[in-house]
């Protein structure tokens, strides 16, 4: 019922929602001695997954939008702390404060969307 973009829209407020969760988790442990810190990605899978699929024709790509998956990673970089302790509070709020923004986008577009769809059926 719904196109390709009302799809992406979704996994990308998906993706946004788990990067708040993922940079919150590394706010609160901030503190934590030998904690290292987690990041997200979602760009580099969907990508591969529309390139594979685009190949076989437009109407395989839902496919791929809805195969693609967010991937949590742990950053491997060394600790300027003596704890251990990798997380950056200065990127971390700054990852905050964008990941919000964009997902309240997300949501804008989705409502957009279906506000489309209603004068449609109206």
């Known amino acids: ?33 030998g904690y290292k810190a987690q990041y997200v990605t979602f760009q580099d899978e969907l990508k591969r997954k529309l390139d594979f699929y685009g190949e076989m024709g437009v109407s395989k790509i839902r496919d791929g939008i809805s195969e693609s998956s967010v991937r949590v990673h742990t950053k491997k970089d060394e600790s300027s702390r003596l704890d251990g302790n990798n997380v950056n509070m200065d ?32």
């Not at 788990?18 to 001695?33: C, F, G, R």
């Not at 919000?100 to 989705?110: C, H, L, P, V």
């Open 1 to 33: 019922m719904f196109n390709n973009s009302v799809l992406m829209s979704q996994k990308m407020a998906d993706f946004l929602w788990q990067k708040q969760q993922v940079t919150l988790n590394n706010i609160a442990n901030s503190s934590t001695p």
């Open 91 to 122: 990127v971390e709020q700054v990852e905050l404060a964008s990941a919000t923004i964009q997902y309240q986008m997300a949501i804008n577009n989705i409502n957009n969307e279906f506000n489309r769809i209603r004068s449609v059926i109206k």
